[in-house]
């Protein structure tokens, strides 16, 4: 019995790394596509999406029959339910991700474009994001609570870089105002940002509380 049940939780746990390494690498390409205007690498982001809600699909359907079989308690029952909210937030991270790409899809990223994004600095909230990924995902495959921990602050961070740059983004259009279409566009862009920032805070309250069963949904205790 012990030994189905380590199986079947490896097997769970195998499926979130491989979903999460996934949704980093569409991250990562869509970085790449909306920076240099490759529409053949956004569309490939964009085709990509699918296997992403098939790895969600997959892995919420198998933790509920590992559920329904074993009735798992303790370690295991938490596991179970923070890899079901992992696998959600790696969605919808995957959604953003393919948003992203679509921007490039449906904008040419010429001079002008590529100037306004460098200007609102887009690169660096993004660069944000991605490192806000890797290290939740670092600290859930070793168990480190405080490096899962610090990305509490880093998501304030990138609050404020959407908050500026909607200051900028209407001064540009302001001075410019047969860009406001692209304005709009790389602000949306912000805004999947932002809510990217989100997911993954909640990835890491996630983390937390499969490791050592502290909820801190909902409240503002994630000092160190």
Known sequence: MVKFVENELQTIKQEVNDMWELVQKQFENARTAVLSGDRNLAAVVIGREKR????????????????????????????????????????????????????????????????????????????????????????????????????????????DLNRESLDRLTDYATAHPQSVRLCLEVSALFRKLERAGDHINNLAEQTVYYIDAEVLKHTNNKEL
């Not at 959604?95 to 600095?121: P, S, T």
């Open 52 to 159: 992403v809600n098939s790895f969600e699909l997959r892995i919420d359907s198998d933790i509920e029959d590992f559920i329904a079989l074993y009735n798992p308690v303790a370690i295991d029952l938490r596991f179970s339910l923070a890899m079901l909210n992992i696998a959600n937030n790696l969605e919808r991270l995957g959604d953003y991700a393919e948003g992203i790409a679509r921007f490039v899809v449906r904008n040419e990223v010429d001079a002008q474009a590529k100037e306004l994004i460098d200007q609102m600095e887009l690169p660096k909230m993004y660069d944000m994001v991605l490192d806000m990924l890797s290290t939740v995902f670092k600290a859930l495959k070793n168990h480190d609570i405080e490096t899962a921990k610090s990305v509490f602050g880093r998501d304030d961070a990138i609050d």
